[in-house]
Structure formats: structure tokens, C-alpha cells
Nanobody
Framework: QVEVAESGGGSVQAGESLRLSCLVS????????MAWYRRASGKERELVAR????????EYADSVKGRFKISRDNDKNRVDLQMDNLRPEDSAVYYC?????????WGQGTQVPLPP
């Protein structure tokens, strides 16, 4: 069993920064590559960034390249998403994804609301 919990969301203004954290607990040794997704109001969930088990960033959404950075600390069972120069279109609920033992594990999400 793996549990996933996000934190760090909150209201910000365009141009500001925010750092999201994802903590994994339970059978953490079974967790592979991880990712951050987001779902904006009225839109489909989309991949924001993903990172390998070893901590190598593998993919960023075109819309966040150069502004967001994903990182991983396996000693702390944690994956962070540093978000800089936030834009109104980044407003969404952000979810951490942690696949483990052929099962998908998701957190409850953390909100990042920005004014339009």
C-alpha cells in the first residue's frame, strides 16, 4: 500500500512562485517514476512534469517548460514541483501521481488558484 499526499498549494498572483511537495508513505520502495498532473476548471487532466525513479526529469508540458522544475529526493520520499513566473492559465488543482506495483496512486490534490 502506498499513500500520496500533496502540499504547498495556495493563492498566488501572476509572476509569483510556489513550490508544491508530494510525500509518499507506505511501501515506498515499490514506487517507480512519478509525475505531477493538473486539472483546470472545465478541462481535462494534463501532465505537467514527470521524473524517473532515479530523479531524472523526463518530460515537461510545453506550457511550463522553462518555468517549472520537478525534483525528487528518495531519502525523504518526496517529489517537488517548483513553479516560477506563474500565469493565470496555471490555475488548477495539482495532483501527484505515484505508480507502484502495477497500481496507480494519486493524492487528493492541492489547489493553486490564480486570478484571471
Amino acid at each position: 500500500q502506498v499513500e500520496v499526499a500533496e502540499s504547498g498549494g495556495g493563492s498566488v498572483q501572476a509572476g509569483e512562485s510556489l513550490r508544491l511537495s508530494c510525500l509518499v508513505s507506505g511501501k515506498t520502495w515499490t514506487v517507480g517514476g512519478m509525475a505531477w498532473y493538473r486539472r483546470a476548471s472545465g478541462k481535462e487532466r494534463e501532465l505537467v512534469a514527470r521524473i524517473t525513479r532515479g530523479g531524472v526529469p523526463r518530460e515537461y508540458a510545453d506550457s511550463v517548460k522553462g518555468r517549472f522544475k520537478i525534483s525528487r529526493d528518495n531519502d525523504k520520499n518526496r517529489v517537488d514541483l517548483q513553479m516560477d513566473n506563474l500565469r493565470p492559465e496555471d490555475s488548477a488543482v495539482y495532483y501527484c501521481y505515484a505508480p507502484a506495483s502495477s497500481l496507480d496512486h494519486w493524492g487528493q490534490g492541492t489547489q493553486v488558484p490564480l486570478p484571471p
